[in-house]
C-alpha cells in the first residue's frame, strides 16, 4: 500500500491564481497560537543530502511573507516553523503563492497560486481519493483478521491489489498528461526507487518530461542512476579500479582477469555474504585451475576485522580494501547493498550478475567446462 502514494509533507492543497511578480513570493497565514516573533524558515535540499538554508523571517498576527529571487531550477523548497513539527512544501516559481495551514497540522497546508502549484494540487487531490479507499478497506482488513475470518481477508487482499494497480495507473497517466510539472519528476522517482516500473518504462516517461523538470534533482538523480545500471548492465565492460590487497600493494582488476572473474563485493559484517562464502570456496577450489579468479572488493570499515573474515572463512583469492577506495569502486559498480557479484569474461566484460548457491556453480561450470 505504500506504493500507492508518493511521500510527500502536504496532503491537501487548494487552486487559485496568484499575481506575477519578479520573484518567488510566498504569504503564509499560520492558524493556532503562534506567537508574534516565532521564527519562520525557509530551506531546500543541498548537495550531499544537506539542508540549504534560504531566508528566516517572523511571524506576525499569524502571518508570515518571504520574498526571494527566482532560483535557477523548480526543485521543492520547505517551510519550517520553530519549535513545530513537520514542514510545509511548494514549488518556488515566479509569482506569488499563498499557504495557509494550522500549526498542528502543517501537513494539512493550502497552497495555490502558480502553475507549478496548481499541477501540484491535482496530483495531490488525486491520490487523496485513492488512499481514502486503501484507508476504508484497511479497517475492514484489521477486524477481518481479528475475527480469523480468512475468506474476508483474501477478498480484501485482492481488492487493496486492485487499488495498487489503480493507483499505479493514477500516477503514470498523470506524468504523461503533465510533462511540465516538477511534480511528476518526483512521482517517478519515487516509482523508480520502488522498482514499481522497468527502467525501460521509466526512460521513456523521462524523455517525455519538458527540459526545465529534467534539469530537476529527481530527474537527475534518476538518470544517473540509469547511467550507472548501463555502466554495469551485462555486456558492459566492467568498470577498471585499482586499490591496495592484503599486503598493502596496489592490485589493478585489469591485472587479476582470468578466463573468468568473479568480482565480488562483501564483507565481514555482512551476514549473509558470511554465509555465501563456503559456496564460492568451493566454486573457486573447483574451478580454479580451469581459469576462475576471484577478486573480493571489501566494504569493511575496520581492517583488521576484514583480515580476520579471510581468515577464518578461508578465502584464497585476492583481495582490496581500502575504505575510500572501496567506496569508489562500490559507486563505480553501483553497488548498494552486499552480497553483490559481477561475474567477467577474459576481457573484463560482464556476462552475469548476482548469482548465488547453485546458480552460481551452474553458471561457472557452463563457462569453464
Keep these: 500500500m505504500k506504493k500507492l502514494l508518493l511521500t510527500l509533507t502536504i496532503a491537501v492543497l487548494a487552486v487559485s491564481c496568484g499575481e506575477k511578480t519578479d520573484s518567488v513570493v510566498l504569504n503564509g497565514n499560520l492558524r493556532g497560537d503562534v506567537a508574534d516573533g516565532t521564527q519562520v524558515f525557509l530551506k531546500t535540499a543541498g548537495e550531499n543530502n544537506s539542508v540549504k538554508e534560504i531566508d528566516t523571517v517572523t511571524v506576525k498576527d ?26 510545509m512544501m511548494f514549488f518556488p516559481e515566479q509569482g506569488t503563492i499563498e499557504m495557509s495551514a494550522h500549526k498542528d497540522s502543517l501537513r494539512n497546508v493550502i497552497i495555490s497560486g502558480t502553475p507549478q502549484n496548481d499541477m501540484f494540487t491535482d496530483f495531490i487531490e488525486g491520490s487523496k481519493k485513492i488512499g481514502e479507499k486503501v484507508q476504508s478497506i484497511q479497517k475492514d482488513y484489521q477486524k477481518a483478521a481479528m475475527a480469523q475470518d480468512t475468506a474476508t481477508v483474501k477478498a480484501l487482499q485482492d481488492e ?34 520502488n522498482r514499481i516500473l522497468t ?78 562464502n563456503p559456496n564460492v570456496v568451493n566454486v573457486y577450489n573447483k574451478y580454479h585451475d580451469k581459469g576462475l579468479n576471484i577478486v573480493g572488493v571489501s566494504l569493511d570499515k575496520n581492517a583488521t576485522e576484514w583480515k ?48 548465488r548457491g547453485d546458480d552460481l556453480e551452474k553458471k561457472i561450470a557452463e563457462l569453464l567446462q
Design 62 to 87: 499569524g502571518k508570515f511573507v518571504f520574498n526571494t529571487p527566482i532560483p535557477t531550477t523548480l526543485d521543492p523548497y520547505y517551510v519550517f516553523i520553530d519549535k513545530v513539527r513537520g514542514n
Design 160 to 193: 487493496i491489489k486492485e487499488i495498487q494497480e489503480e493507483g499505479k495507473e493514477f500516477e503514470v497517466n498523470f506524468v504523461k498528461e503533465n510533462p511540465n510539472a516538477v511534480i511528476s519528476g518526483m512521482v517517478i522517482n519515487r516509482l523508480f526507487q
Design 199 to 276: 527502467e525501460d518504462e521509466i526512460s521513456e516517461l523521462v524523455n517525455n518530461l519538458s527540459e526545465e523538470v529534467k534539469k530537476t534533482a529527481a530527474v537527475s538523480a534518476i538518470l544517473e542512476m540509469i547511467n550507472k545500471n548501463k555502466a554495469t548492465s551485462i555486456g558492459a565492460k566492467a568498470p577498471e579500479f585499482t586499490a591496495p590487497n592484503l599486503n598493502g600493494e596496489p592490485l589493478a582488476l585489469k591485472d587479476a582477469l582470468g578466463k573468468v572473474t568473479i568480482v565480488d563485493f562483501w564483507a565481514a559484517w555482512c551476514v549473509p555474504c558470511r554465509k555465501e
Design 308 to 355: 580476520k573474515a579471510i581468515e577464518e572463512d578461508g578465502l584464497p583469492w585476492s583481495h582490496v580494501y581500502n575504505e575510500k577506495d572501496v567506496q569508489e569502486i562500490a559507486k563505480l559498480y553501483n553497488v548498494t547493498s552486499i552480497p553483490s557479484t559481477f561475474i567477467l569474461d577474459e576481457k573484463g566484460v560482464i556476462i552475469a550478475k548476482n548469482l
